[in-house]
T-cell receptor, first 113, second 118 residues
């Protein structure tokens, strides 16, 4: 079945450690996105990529980094520079055109202690 | 700048009634798409409906319809005959631009928490 896989579903890390969240899609989509969601809040865009080896900062990119070496994969690294990393992280993908929806993974809930 | 505004943090509706969730947007682009998503307590994002800026008719998908008023820059979601399972967060979203040459991003509003009363 085609879809987007985020792993792990729950992740715990100690403060000061970098952590990488995985996002893989087999939908043959060119565009991929990372969002952060805090409790009771909306989705805020961290990074997005329209094509392999290219990505752009979203509204809250500070403290995060990404790579897009393969079309299928768009991992997100939460660095120690991110002041409040505990949140729910959602990855999405879509075709590059403007008239199709984004498909989402199940999300990763990151807790930093 | 691209922006989505949802002014209703929470709503309570009686089962079987219709409900309208408000969404206004701001963009300088002539070409854009508007989306609505549902997020149950499980956290998954469920796509509901899409409206393109050049579509003349309002989009409909089953019990969902999108009341698109381009001049007012509003894209309200209407749910007819609400059900208990409709209780969830609802997000309005927008993407500017078309085609592979556009580095278009998808942005979301702050959401509306809809609660259906039996």
């Amino acid at each position: 079945d085609g879809g987007i896989t985020q792993s792990p579903k729950y992740l715990f890390r100690k403060e000061g450690q970098n952590v990488t969240l995985s996002c893989e899609q087999n939908l043959n989509h060119d565009a991929m996105y990372w969002y952060r969601q805090d409790p009771g809040q909306g989705l805020r865009l961290i990074y997005y990529s329209q094509i392999v080896n290219d990505f752009q900062k979203g509204d809250i990119a500070e403290g995060y980094s990404v790579s897009r070496e393969k079309k299928e994969s768009f991992p997100l690294t939460v660095t120690s520079a991110q002041k409040n990393p505990t949140a729910f992280y959602l990855c999405a993908s879509s075709t590059a055109g403007g008239n199709t929806e984004a498909f989402f993974g199940q999300g990763t809930r990151l807790t930093v202690v | 700048a691209q922006k989505i505004t949802q002014t209703q943090p929470g709503m309570f509706v009686q089962e079987k009634e219709a409900v309208t969730l408000d969404c206004t947007y701001d963009t300088s682009d002539q070409s854009y798409g508007l989306f609505w998503y549902k997020q149950p307590s499980s956290g998954e994002m469920i796509f509901l409906i899409y409206q393109g800026s050049y579509d003349e008719q309002n989009a409909t998908e089953g019990r969902y319809s999108l009341n698109f008023q381009k001049a007012r820059k509003s894209a309200n979601l209407v749910i007819s005959a609400s059900q208990l399972g409709d209780s969830a967060m609802y997000f309005c979203a927008m993407r500017e631009g078309r085609g592979y040459s556009s580095a278009s991003k998808i942005i979301f509003g702050s959401g509306t928490r809809l609660s259906i009363r039996p």
